[in-house]
C-alpha cells in the first residue's frame, strides 16, 4: 500500500528555517500532484502549498507565499516543504498528501487520497 512519512519538523526561533521532506513509498504506478497541509491547536487544517507531477504547477497560500518553497524528486518520490522567514503564527502540524487521481496540483484538502502522520513544527518568538 501507499505510505507517507514527514520528517524534518521541530522547534526554530522566530526568522529561522526548517526544511521539511515527505517521502512516499508503496507501489507508485501512477504519477501523482502533491501538497502540504497544516493544522493548528483548535483549529482546520489548512492549505499550504501544492504542487504538480512535473514540477512545472506549483501553488502557495497568500501566509506563506514568498517564505515557503515547494519541490519533489519523483525519482526519490520525495516531495520537500522549504521554511523561511518563520513566525510563531506558522506554528502547526504539517502533513504532505497524496493526489493519485491526477497529475495537477490542488489545493482543495479533500481531492488528495493518502495523508502522512505529521510532523510537528514550533515556532517561537
Known amino acids: 500500500q501507499i505510505q507517507l512519512v514527514e520528517s524534518g519538523g521541530g522547534l526554530v526561533q522566530a526568522g529561522g528555517s526548517l526544511r521539511l521532506s515527505c517521502v512516499v513509498s508503496?507501489?507508485?504506478?501512477?504519477?501523482?500532484?502533491m501538497g502540504w497541509f497544516r493544522q493548528a491547536p483548535g483549529k482546520e487544517r489548512d492549505f499550504v502549498a501544492a504542487?504538480?507531477?512535473?514540477?512545472?504547477?506549483?501553488y502557495y497560500a497568500d501566509s506563506v507565499k514568498g517564505r515557503f518553497t515547494i519541490s519533489r524528486d519523483n525519482a526519490k518520490n520525495t516531495v520537500y516543504l522549504q521554511m523561511n522567514v518563520l513566525k510563531p503564527e506558522d506554528t502547526a502540524v504539517y502533513f504532505c498528501?497524496?493526489?493519485?487521481?491526477?497529475?495537477?496540483?490542488?489545493?482543495?484538502?479533500?481531492?488528495?487520497?493518502?495523508w502522512g502522520q505529521g510532523t510537528q513544527v514550533t515556532v517561537s518568538s
Open positions: 508503496g507501489r507508485t504506478f501512477s504519477s501523482y500532484a
Open positions: 498528501a497524496a493526489d493519485f487521481g491526477t497529475v495537477v496540483a490542488s489545493t482543495a484538502l479533500y481531492e488528495y487520497d493518502y
Open positions: 504542487i504538480s507531477w512535473s514540477g512545472s504547477n506549483r
